[in-house]
Structures are given as structure tokens and as C-alpha cells.
């Protein structure tokens, strides 16, 4: 059965960074593309960031780009988001996401605060 974790959540100070990561099993990982979402408090879940099945095509939404970074290792199934130049807007549950498979993970808490 399709297995998507997440780890590396957590508090961080406003212009810091974080990387957090994404494993998964149970689907042959180098055929989907991937994405990333985040749901604020309060707020509806949004997409931050997607990823080919190669890691050749990356796409950001405004609020993110230039900052965010998703990649990709398909020997180990797992993709990563870096997250540079932290804001308190960043603050949410951050979701690994397989599209093709409408499969979600569990999410990690990302918290930007001084």
C-alpha cells in the first residue's frame, strides 16, 4: 500500500531555513511526479511546490518561489523541499503529495516564530 512520511518539521526562527523530507513506498516512485502542499492555520491546503518523475521540471507558485526548492532522490523514494529566508506566513502542516495516486502523508508542523 501506498506509504508517504514525513519528518524534519519544526520551529524556526523568520530568515532561517529548514529542509524537510518525504519517504515513500509501496508505488514504483520513479514513475509520479510529486508535489508538496501546506495547509496555514485556518487556511485551505495550497500546492508549494511539484516535481517531474526525473526532477528535470520543478513549478512554484509566486508566494514561494526563489525561496522553496523541491528535489528528489529515486534511489532512496524520497523528495525533499528546502526552505530558505523563512517567514511566519510559511507557518503550517507541510504534505507530500503523490497527484496520479490521490495518495496524501501524514504532514510535518513547520512553524516560523521568534
Known amino acids: 500500500q501506498v506509504q508517504l512520511v514525513e519528518s524534519g518539521g519544526g520551529l524556526v526562527q523568520p530568515g532561517g531555513s529548514l529542509r524537510i523530507s518525504c519517504a515513500a513506498s509501496g508505488f514504483d516512485f520513479r514513475r509520479y511526479a510529486m508535489m508538496w502542499y501546506r495547509q496555514p492555520p485556518g487556511k485551505e491546503r495550497e500546492m508549494v511546490a511539484q516535481?517531474?518523475?526525473?526532477?528535470?521540471?520543478?513549478i512554484y507558485p509566486l508566494s514561494v518561489k526563489g525561496r522553496f526548492t523541491i528535489s528528489r532522490d529515486n534511489t532512496i523514494h524520497t523528495i525533499y523541499l528546502q526552505m530558505n529566508s523563512l517567514k511566519p506566513e510559511d507557518t503550517a502542516v507541510y504534505y507530500c503529495r503523490v497527484p496520479m495516486l490521490n495518495a496524501w502523508g501524514r504532514g510535518t508542523q513547520v512553524t516560523v516564530s521568534s
Open positions: 516535481i517531474t518523475t526525473t526532477g528535470a521540471t520543478t
